[in-house]
């Protein structure tokens, strides 16, 4: 059984900086792509950033130049580095996982249970 777990979130002012971070714990897999999403309050879940495993990136529009997504796979790990905040960017965030079973080969989607980050004076 595969687990993401997310830390790192939290209340900060416009224009400060957050790290978000997420762990998967388990054995009997590898890990594709890796990603973060947000879901603003009544609103749907949108792209944030995505990290392929040899370190390829992809980042929405709005959080270009301000958020850098990385990963460490030997701790099979992935990080958001949040920088100059804003409002908007307030939001649940969602850590995202491509898993491929050493077992079978097939490939699942896994999601953490969200941080919530709040961006406000």
């Known amino acids: 059984q595969v687990q993401l777990v997310e830390s790192g979130g939290g209340l900060v002012q416009p224009g400060g900086s957050l790290r978000l971070s997420c762990a998967a714990s388990?054995?009997?897999?590898?890990?594709?792509?890796m990603g973060w999403y947000r879901r603003p309050s009544g609103q749907q879940r949108e792209l944030v950033a995505t990290?392929?495993?040899?370190?390829?990136?992809n980042y929405a529009d709005s959080v270009k130049g301000r958020f850098t997504i990385s990963r460490d796979n030997a701790k099979k790990t992935v990080y958001l580095q949040m920088n100059s905040l804003k409002p908007e960017d307030t939001a649940v965030y969602f850590c995202n996982a491509g898993i491929i079973s050493t077992m079978n080969l097939r490939d699942y989607d896994y999601w953490g249970q969200g941080t919530q980050v709040t961006v406000s004076s």
């Open positions: 388990g054995s009997g897999f590898r890990i594709d792509v």
């Open positions: 990290i392929s495993s040899g370190g390829s990136t």
